[in-house]
Nanobody, 124 residues
Framework: QVQLVESGGGLVQAGGSLRLSCAAS????????MGWFRQAPGKKREFVAA????????YYPDSMKGRFTISRDNAKNTVYLQMNILKPEDTAVYYC?????????????????WGQGTQVTVSS
């Protein structure tokens, strides 16, 4: 089992930045692919970013490239999501997810473990 706890969400004005953290406990964190997803009210959960465990490759959908950066610190069992130039449409609950394997995964069905989520609200 892997337990994931997100933090760092909050209220920010448009154009601002936030850094989300996801602390993992349980099994060896460094062996897990980590991902971030988000879900806005009334919408499906959306893939935001992923980072592989082996060489730290990162992956973003085109809509997230340039403003969001995922990183991980295996020594601290933590994955981060740096979000810059935030827009009101970025308002959502942001979830951290984990699974074993190589490479990266982009759909929620591919992840085995989830955090409880952290709310990000961007005001205009």
């Amino acid at each position: 089992q892997v337990q994931l706890v997100e933090s760092g969400g909050g209220l920010v004005q448009a154009g601002g930045s936030l850094r989300l953290s996801c602390a993992a406990s349980g099994r060896t964190f460094s062996n897990y692919v980590m991902g971030w997803f988000r879900q806005a009210p009334g919408k499906k959960r959306e893939f935001v970013a992923a980072v592989s465990w082996d060489v730290g490759h990162t992956y973003y959908p085109d809509s997230m490239k340039g403003r969001f950066t995922i990183s991980r610190d295996n020594a601290k069992n933590t994955v981060y999501l740096q979000m810059n130039i935030l827009k009101p449409e970025d308002t959502a609950v942001y979830y951290c997810a984990a699974r074993s394997g190589y490479g990266y995964y982009t759909t929620e069905n591919e992840y085995d473990y989830w955090g409880q989520g952290t709310q990000v609200t961007v005001s205009s």
